[in-house]
Structure formats: C-alpha cells, structure tokens
C-alpha cells in the first residue's frame, strides 16, 4: 500500500502541510504573504485539532453494534461483549449457584446473545430468569452467528447435561450450515474502491465514510440477490431443507436424550416478518411433527409493533432491549404463567 494511501502517510502530508503554512508565517521577508498564512495557519490548526479530536472520539469512546465490518462495531464487540470462561456472553455458573433450582439452558445465536443490547440484563433470558425468580437458573449458552448444527454442538459440550429445561431460540438463518454442506453460500460484496485506510486504520474516516456513502443493501457477488433473497431461496430447495430437516431432528433428539423439556421460540425476518411467515412456520411445522409443540412464533408480535420499533437501528437488525422484554413476558406468559 504507498504511503500516501495510508493513515500514517495521510497524517504525515497533513502535517506536512501545517509545517509549510507555518513557516511562511513566521518567515518576515514578505509582509503581506506573513499575515495571510499567519490567517490560514490558525484555520488549519483549528481543523487539525478538530480532526484529530474526533480521531480520538471515535477511537476509543464511539461504539456502535451496527454493520460488523465498522471499526465502530469493533469497538462496541470490546467494550459489551464480556464472555464468562466458557466463553458465553454470561455469568460464571457453577454447581452450587444451581443446586435445587429448577434449570433452564438458553440455547441460541446473536438473539439469544443480546447483540446490540449493552445492559445484559435488558436480554430476554435474564428479563425472563428474573419474572421466574430465585426457583429457577437461567443459563445463557448462546453464540453469536451459530446454525442449528453448531448449537446442538455446543449442548453436548456444556458440562451441564441433565437441564430441567432447554430453550431453544431459532433464527431464519440457522439454515445456512445446510446450505454450505452442497457448496451454496452467499458471498456479500462491499465497494471496492474505498481506500483501506478508511477500513482498517482512521476510525473517524470511517464512521464518516459509512455515514455519507449512498445507504447500500449488500448482494451477492454471483447472482445480485440480497440475504434474504438468497436465505428464502434456500428453504425453497427440498435438498437443503431436507438436509436442515435432519438437523433440527438431531438437535431435539439429543434434548429429548437429555430428558428435559423443549421449548422453542422462533424469530421473523425482523424487517420483513410477513414475508418470513411460510418459513417460520416450516420450521415450527418441523418441530411440531417430533411431538413437541410448546413453540412460539414472533411473526405477529413484530408485525403488530412495527419493524422499526423493534430492532436496535437501520444498521443493527437485531431485536432491541424492548422487544427483548416483550419476548421475555411472551415465554413466561405462554408457558410458565401457569
């Protein structure tokens, strides 16, 4: 990369710069061109400082858990994401913190996660350990960007294995190990002529430059369809579904292994949930056949309140700390009310 497409060198010509204006300043030869750059060099100074104080802004107190390739996305990971030892977003649990308590494994992706939500405790499943009182323990075992094959993994793996219950949180995209395991993926595409520094390196650059770019729905590099396009699409297709069939099957073979109950809740298209409405009910209809139907679908909730009312920002489609709780108040209304 040359120097002069990079931070450093971009820094090092605006410096450059200020030191040419101060010298012909502070030069006094020529009178008239002293008291002209002696003007200048206060406005260039001015906006130096100012570069550089929202540099520093940006850099280290500006977090934001929109589009993940922001530096300010970066930021916002560092700052909310606090994993426990076993590398979930929450509290170290032993077993004396649940002996005699009824439990309850949160099994999910970035939903279940609380992307975007920066008070844990505003997360569903903490709203809702909390509606359940000291009876119960809630346990959050999700990770965010994790399919239906991943978290059936991740369930073996957790030392706890004879949970009273298991909540499984489903997410439209949880169908893309399927999709992978024939060779279907969907590549994103970003522009392709912004200058790396402006990725990578100036975090005021950078925020500045995803605020002022043209808003833009990436799309395939191959075929030009969007996530959705593509995701609906791959429902559509009677291998993959049959492939992702199976792991669903697998996932509450192994709950039903554990001898705990499932409960299921199923989120929308947070921006579309009427048009996700055939696939949510695939998957219920899929869960519903292995004789477990204690399963909640969310289409209505977000289409009744509104799509914008309900995810974090117009660059984070994840559900927001209110529709976290309105979530909560659903499982805990719909299936331990009573």
Known sequence: ?????????????????????????????????????????????????????????????????????????????????????????????????????????????????????????????????????????????????????????????????????????????????????????WYPTLPTDTPQWIYGESYLANFLYWRLVPVFTPVDASDGLTYWQWSYRTYDNSTIWAIHEQEINDLINYVDGMGARLIVVIFPNLQDPVGSIAYVDRVAQAIAATGHDEILTLYGDVAALGSENVIVSRRDAHPNAMFHRHVAQRIYETFFAQ
């Open 1 to 185: 990369m040359s120097l002069f497409m990079s931070f450093p060198g971009i820094i090092s010509i605006l410096l450059a710069i200020w030191a040419v204006i101060a010298l012909l300043a502070w030069q006094k030869r020529f009178g008239r061109l002293r008291r002209v750059m002696g003007g200048l060099l206060i406005s260039y100074t001015t906006v130096l400082l100012l570069l550089a104080a929202g540099e520093l802004y940006f850099r280290y107190l500006y977090a934001e858990s929109g589009w993940s390739f922001t530096l300010a996305f970066r930021n916002w990971e560092d700052r909310y994401l606090i994993r426990n030892s076993l590398g979930f977003r929450d509290r170290e649990w032993t077993p004396d913190d649940y002996a005699g308590k009824q439990t309850v494994l949160v099994l999910g992706d970035s939903f279940s996660v609380g992307w975007g939500v920066e008070n844990v405790e505003e997360r569903y499943s903490n709203v809702l350990g909390q509606m359940l009182g000291d009876d119960y323990a809630v346990i959050n075992i999700a990770i965010g960007g994790s399919t239906t094959r991943q978290e059936l993994d991740i369930l073996r793996r957790y030392p706890l294995q004879n949970p009273d219950i298991v909540l499984w949180q489903y997410y439209l995209n949880d169908i893309d190990d399927a999709a992978l395991s024939i060779n279907e993926r």
